[in-house]
């Protein structure tokens, strides 16, 4: 009986002293006055099995720390370990676009022009070409009128000739990103049979597509 009741108080100092920071049987000397050796061996014993219990609470605590200050649980290593890296391509689709800055409304034809058989008008087209792709582009030039019988246009690094129902010119691209041309274009009109001095409207017009 008197063996029961010394175990409960040292139970009980035992986790008293836990909870004031003491972890170990050297931490035991400073507090248990107790004489009698066999007492003091049921002291210390019986703190063993809370000292088990602190040491894991505490390991815990510090796995749980871990944890939080690296932002993922400690079993994330073994799923790291095994990452991949993958490579996206992403394939930019070609575009391009046409910005007109100036075009003559207004084809002028004097008594003079009508002798010689064509209407000479310089830079009476000016735009810009922007474009990403590679392979160029396509200017589309498309009648709007029957006055001609074929137009030579420079301006575009050569100078073409086409018939009564327009073409087509091919022009280079972008070799790395995005390429940006300003063009300024002079027309030639050879007038077709029996037309007459006067004002026309602009007869030909200018379109531009990605090849």
């Avoid at 409207?201 to 379109?207: A, D, I, T, Y």
Wanted: charged share 15%.
């Amino acid at each position: 009986m008197f063996a029961t009741r010394i175990d409960v108080q040292h139970r009980l100092r035992a986790q008293a002293l836990l909870g004031r920071g003491l972890r170990g049987p050297n931490d035991l000397s400073a507090v248990f006055h107790i004489k009698d050796r066999h007492t003091r061996h049921e002291g210390a014993a019986a703190l063993v099995p809370v000292l088990r219990v602190q040491d894991r609470l505490v390991s815990a605590a510090l796995v749980a720390a871990i944890s939080l200050a690296t932002g993922c649980p400690t079993q994330a290593k073994a799923a790291g370990s095994m990452a991949q890296t993958i490579t996206v391509t992403a394939r930019v689709a070609p575009w391009v676009k046409l910005n007109l800055e100036y075009q003559q409304m207004q084809l002028t034809v004097t008594p003079d022009d009508v002798a010689r058989g064509y209407v000479e008008v310089p830079a009476a087209s000016r735009f810009t070409v922007t474009t990403n792709n590679r392979a160029g582009y396509t200017l589309s030039f498309q009648p709007n009128a029957s006055i001609f019988r074929s137009v030579a246009i420079n301006g575009m690094g050569v100078s073409v000739e086409f018939g009564a129902g327009g073409g087509t010119v091919i022009q280079s691209g972008a070799e790395i990103g995005v390429a940006r041309t300003l063009l300024e274009l002079g027309y030639r009109f050879y007038l077709a049979e029996g037309v007459q001095a006067g004002s026309y409207f602009w007869p030909l017009s200018v379109s531009v597509s990605a090849r």
